[in-house]
């Protein structure tokens, strides 16, 4: 199984992208961690993508496909990957068909999760992150046990540069110009769409998710 997760920023991508991901024992591809180890690492990617994820503007496109191709490369063969995160841009979703065409397979399903702006700026806000392991936190929905640490190795969480609210906006804002026709794009291909309510719980999404997708609890 190939399968993209589509949707706006904090709509949960990455909570259930890992709640699938150790259901299946899928791979998962998450271009903004990708991006965002780069940046960390200093690489010249990580370097150039840095400006662009700060104000909440998407990659250029001949970057992060030249990302996701070398990432490709590196996946076992047989086993399903949830894609989070790309592709955000037609000219990407057409580049991501050609390289899996060159590779035999093919997108077989996308998950849109939706979700109020309301909602989304709700989670965006209390969002805070695992420098070290990716966790992800809320400081409201779904907090860890001790404040400020993660609870899978203690690390001090972070809040992410682009989680501020000025640029929350204009990610909104990107993702509805810039990647929502990609539902559209979906909707006319040979994958199957699913449209999948997430403005309750992590766990009542993900069952509904599992529930689409035909895989066990
Ligand atoms: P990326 O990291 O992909 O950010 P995003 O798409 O904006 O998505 P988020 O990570 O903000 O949210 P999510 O949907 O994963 O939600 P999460 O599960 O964390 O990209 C960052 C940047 O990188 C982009 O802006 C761009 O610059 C660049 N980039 C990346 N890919 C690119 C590409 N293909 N092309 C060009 N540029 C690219 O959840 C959010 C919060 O809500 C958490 O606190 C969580 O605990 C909570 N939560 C989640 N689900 C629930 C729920 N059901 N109930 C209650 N709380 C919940």
Redesign the pocket.
Known sequence: MYLILL?P???????QGVLLADATGWERV???DL?RTAKDAGTPLGTQAQQ??TA????PDHL?IKMVEEKLSTLSAGTGVIF?????TEA?ASAFAMMLEALGRTIDTVVVLEADDEVLSE??S??RSCPSCGA???TV??PPKKDGLCDVDGTPLFHRA?DHADTVQN?LNVYRRETEPLIEYYDGSKAVVHRVP?Q???DE?QSKVREALGVGE
Do not use: H
């Not at 920023?9 to 909570?15: D, E, L």
């Not at 909440?56 to 990659?59: A, I, K, S």
């Open positions: 949707g920023p904090g709509v949960g991508k990455g909570t998450v271009t903004g991006l662009y994820m909440g503007n998407l990659v992060i989070d995160g790309f592709p955000r990407q989670r965006i209390g969002r992800v936190y809320n929905l779904a682009d990610r997430s309750e719980g992590p999404v």
